[in-house]
Structure formats: C-alpha cells, structure tokens
C-alpha cells in the first residue's frame, strides 16, 4: 500500500505506509542527545508525556534491551490509562525500539524511532507497527493524532526548557569519548580498587584521605593535597545507580567544618562500538566563577581517569580483605611451602619444577588442570618490597598470553587488604582470557583459596597415634624433664623448661637452636584434666620479651588399646607484624615435634625418668 496522509498539525506529519503502520514525523529544535534523553530518563518524561492537561504519576524505564517499562497517565478529570512495553533494541542519541500496550485497549505494537540530527535540530520519526488493520484503525479512530500533536508539541516545550538549563551560566556540562567499554568506566567511578588509581582528583592533587559507602544512600568524604601542601576536603551522598548508565550524587566542599553549597552531578554513559559517552552534569552552582572553576577541575580529573583506563581497559583488578596479618599474607605468597597450596583457581593443583623468589629469579611451574590438562607456566619476579609489593611477569614480554602482575598489600589494622592487577598486552588479550578462559572468575577463585590457606596457617589440626600408653603420653606433656627431651625440632634442645601444670599455671620454655639461638617462649595452662586434655596459650617473644602473638593450644588424649591417638588442635591469635616467619612454620614444627615425641614414649618406661 502506498503512503496515504493522516492528519497532521503544523510541526507533526501522521501518514500511514502500509495497511498496519502509522508513522509520525516532527523536527525539534534540539541535538539527538537531549531528545532522546527526553524519550528515556523519567525525571524529563513526568514534565511532558501526554495530552495537555494530563500527569505522568506512574514513570518506570529499565533501560536496557529486555527492560520493562511502565506509565500511568491521569487525566484532569482522574481518570487513569495504563500503558507497558519492553525495550527490544537500544542505540543511544539514534535510534530506539520497544513495545507498547495499553491496560484496556487490545494488543500490542511494535514502535521504532530514530533520532536523525542536523545543524543542532532533530528529526524524529516514529513508526507504530500494529498486529492488524483493524487495530490500527481503531487507534488512530481513538484521537490518536490530535494526542500525539499536543504530547510532542509538550516534547518540544520542554526540550527548549532543557537547552536553556544547559546554557545557563548556573549548570555545567562535559562530553568526554573514552576507549573503553561502558562497563569499565562505570566501574572506574563505582569501585574501589579502581577509585584509588584516579579518584576524581585534578591533576597537581592526589587523595590522601578516603572514606565511602558506594550505593545508593551512601557516603564518599575525600581529602585532597595539592603539590604545595594545601588540603581541601569534600564530602557527597550517592543518590542514584543504574549499572552501566547513571550514578547520581551530591558535592561539596568543606571550609573546616563549614559545608559549602551542595551541587548534584549526574553522570550518563553511552555505548557506541565499544567506546563509551561520558556526559557530566553538574547543577546547583552558586555563581558563574564556582561553575567555571569545577569546569577546570573535572576536566583535568577526566584527563586522569582517560590515561587510567588505556591501562584499565588491559587490566584485570581484583581486592580482597584477609583477617590475617600482612607479613603472613605476603609470606603466603611468596614461601614456596605455602604458594603451591592455593595458587590457581578451583580444581586445580601444581607442580613445582624451581623456584626462585627475588628480583630476577624464576618460579617455573605446571598447573594441572580438573579436566586432566596440564599448563605449563613461567613467573619471573620483578620487583619484590617485604611485605609491601610484588610484581612479576607471567610469560615472556611479547609472546601470547603474556601479562603482568602487581600485588599490593596493606594494612588494616590486624588485618590485611590485598589488590591484585594484571595487565595485558591489549584490551583484546584481556578480553580473550576473560572470556574464553573465566579469568576474573578464577582470580576471585584463587584469593578464595589463599583464605583459605591463611585459615590453614592460623588454624592447625594435627594427629597422631602413638605405640605407648595414654598415661605415658600425658606424662610427655606434663612433667618437664620428659617435655624437655623432645620439644621442638630435631637438633633443638630447651635449656629452660619450667611448667606449673594446673588450670593458671605458667609455662616457660627457651628452645636453643642448632646454631645456638634461643627462641623463649610463655604460656598459661587454661585446662588440665589429666589423663585426657590440655589447653595452654603459647607466645613466642621478640627481642624485647614481647609476644608475637598468641596460640590456644588443645590437646586430646584418647586410649585405643594399648596405643594412644592424641590430636592438637593450634589457632593464632593476636599475631604482631613479624610473626610471619614463626608461623609460616608452625606446621612443620609442630610435625617434627611430635616425630621426636614418638620417638621417646616408645623408649621409656611408664615410671618417671631418673
């Protein structure tokens, strides 16, 4: 069917092409951009969406393809229409498709619009696609040109009120084109351990103080430092988030503890072949100099976070917090007794061919894969700062799948935040292995399983079964002289060994070294219920007669026959910077102990010695 006119107004042209169409064309004087936020955000759509007259109580919009949406149009008299739909497709500033239907009018149709700029104006054309003609009939037999001419001629009032906001001296508004996917840049602005490497600071600044609570409802409160020494302090409330689109909130600055005026950024992202639209909108200025002087500010800042994200769109980055302390994570890391326990993701274990840990040396490895694949590895360690930082490469610097890996870790009170980046050769290898390989889902699988291990570090359950009876065993851990002939390693010997076993008494012993180092430590016995248990804190002290932290210590000690199976069960607590080296051979220790145990309760007599 040719193209046969409707009706029409003096700005709107309603023709029907086809049997179920009705199409509907109008220039507004304003750029693609403002229309279609007109079209999509709700706080623009309640100002002009329907007849003259007529409210928008109900506006709902989850945009995004598969999103609903849902209005509610009250009339002057009361009376309420409902309407609904799904976005089916979605090119920001270009083009948009979704369904709509009406709560009591039959079926749906299906409404294109594109969005054509030129010279600052817009031409929108909507086409409205109906199951039948029928329908289409009673649509348009409905009022439905004179409705849509007073609803777009509200569109077109209301959009100049928009483009005189923007040109106000009171309102300020930057575009920024970024490489980088939408997600990224919405997580650049929403994520710590992306915050932290750009945080909205002009260049000249850097944050040396933050604090926040990213949702909606939360807080941010940073302070700035300028290259001179001066600090300035500014403080805002998040008050909305729409992952990947929108992040809305309050500024202001502080003049001690005075708040200065408070403003509202809105921050939109747009998506275009893989690149992202940052539109910044800033409202509520004070005067002219205050809008022009953030204008400087956010641009230089836009400028930082542009040369983060060349390295962003090429990282992987990932935090974790572990209650443990930093020497022992870091040693957890970097002590090849511990590292081939936990590094990797899930299923997988590894075999160690060498390993070198300093500025130059090589960790050569296999991973062995839950699907009986092996992979072969190559770490060369770059940079190592006890217990600060640690770089190194994995792979060779040009060959496929090479990338770089820094860890971070800092101190937070007793325990520890670790930041984890790997950087790739292009933003292409990195989304190669995230996809193909899950490798955002195996690095949060492998700082699960360095939890876990740190558990294990702090934590130990051990057992033994010995060829002697329960009362000789008990004997070995009460009386000193016997206690003496066997406590720590091999080669070690306790010069001091004094023990007051009852419920409060103490516990002191020195063990001396092979080399002639004496390492003291103190205990408290909390329960003694002989034959069958003992629990005593132990400490090791520093140079200084200090502990380096505390182990609840509980033994068990049961009877199977003539054999005795006794189980310690140590968990740290309360471990000081330094103590990582103690702990870190805890297990070992505790194993080679209790080998020299066996040893003597199978060559004594039940009787006391001497």
Not at 410 to 417: F, L, M, R
Not at 470 to 497: H, I, M, S, Y
Request: include cysteine.
């Amino acid at each position: 069917m040719s193209a046969s006119p409707a009706k029409a107004n003096s700005a709107l042209i309603v023709t029907t092409p086809s049997d179920r169409e009705v199409l509907l064309t109008r220039v507004f004087d304003a750029p693609s951009r403002l229309v279609f936020e007109a079209w999509t955000k709700p706080e623009y759509l309640v100002h002009w969406f329907g007849r003259r007259g007529w409210t928008l109580p109900v506006c709902t919009v989850d945009l995004r393809v598969g999103g609903a949406w849902r209005f509610i149009l009250r009339g002057p008299d009361g009376r309420e229409v409902g309407m609904r739909g799904e976005y089916r497709e979605i090119a920001p500033y270009e083009r948009l498709i979704w369904t709509e239907s009406f709560d009591d009018f039959p079926g749906e149709s299906l409404n294109t619009m594109h969005f054509s700029e030129n010279d600052g104006k817009t031409t929108l054309t909507a086409r409205v696609l109906c199951k039948s003609k029928e329908i289409r009939d009673a649509v348009i037999a409905s009022g439905m040109e004179q409705g849509a001419g007073e609803t777009y001629d509200r569109l077109a009032e209301h959009l100049a009120r928009m483009a005189a906001a923007e040109s106000t001296g009171h309102e300020l508004v930057i575009t920024r084109w970024f490489d980088a996917p939408r997600e990224l840049v919405f997580e650049c602005w929403t994520q710590p351990e992306h915050l932290q490497h750009w945080q909205g600071a002009p260049r000249g600044w850097t944050v040396t103080a933050y604090e926040s609570d990213i949702r909606p409802g939360g807080f941010f409160r940073i302070r700035m430092s300028s290259e001179v020494g001066i600090d300035r302090w500014l403080e805002g409330g998040y008050r909305e988030m729409v992952k990947p689109e929108r992040l809305v909130f309050t500024h202001a600055w502080l003049d001690g503890n005075r708040k200065g005026k408070e403003t509202l950024v809105t921050i939109t992202l747009a998506e275009r072949d893989g690149k992202t639209e940052l539109r910044l909108r800033q409202t509520g200025f004070a005067s002219v100099e205050s809008r022009d002087g953030h204008k400087y500010g956010w641009n230089s800042a836009l400028d930082g976070l542009a040369d983060y994200l060349s390295d962003a769109a090429r990282s992987i980055v990932v935090t974790r917090v572990f209650d443990a302390p930093r020497d022992l994570v870091f040693d957890a890391w970097t002590d090849a007794r511990h590292i081939g326990r936990w590094y990797g993701p899930n299923g997988f274990t590894i075999t160690t061919h060498a390993i070198d840990v300093r500025p130059g040396g090589v960790w050569l490895f296999d991973m062995h894969g839950p699907d009986g694949v092996d992979y072969p590895n190559k770490i060369t360690y770059k940079e190592i700062v006890k217990p600060e930082r640690l770089v190194y490469d994995h792979g060779d610097a040009g060959a496929p799948g090479y990338f770089q890996t820094t860890v971070t870790f800092e101190e937070e009170g007793a325990k520890t935040k670790l930041t984890m980046r790997m950087l790739f050769q292009s933003a292409a290898e990195r989304e190669t292995v995230v996809k193909t390989y899950h490798a955002i889902e195996g690095a949060h699988q492998t700082l699960d399983r360095l939890g876990e291990q740190l558990g294990k570090m702090l934590e130990l359950i051990t057992t033994r079964v010995f060829d002697a009876p329960r009362e000789l065993v008990f004997q070995a851990w009460t009386d000193p002289e016997r206690l003496a002939r066997w406590w720590g390693p091999k080669g070690f010997t306790n010069p001091v060994c004094e023990v007051d076993v009852r419920p409060g008494g103490a516990i002191r012993i020195h063990m001396r070294a092979p080399d002639g180092t004496v390492y003291p430590m103190t205990g408290v016995f909390r329960e003694v219920s002989e034959p069958e248990k003992l629990v005593f804190t132990s400490s090791a002290l520093d140079q200084n007669g200090q502990p380096m932290f505390e182990i609840l210590n509980t033994v068990t000690f049961a009877a199977e026959g003539d054999t005795t199976k006794l189980t310690v069960h140590a968990r740290v607590t309360n471990p000081k910077p330094g103590a990582a080296q103690h702990l870190a051979g805890m297990e070992q220790g505790w194993s080679l102990s209790l080998d020299r145990l066996g040893v003597a309760v199978e060559g004594w007599p039940s009787c006391p010695p001497g």
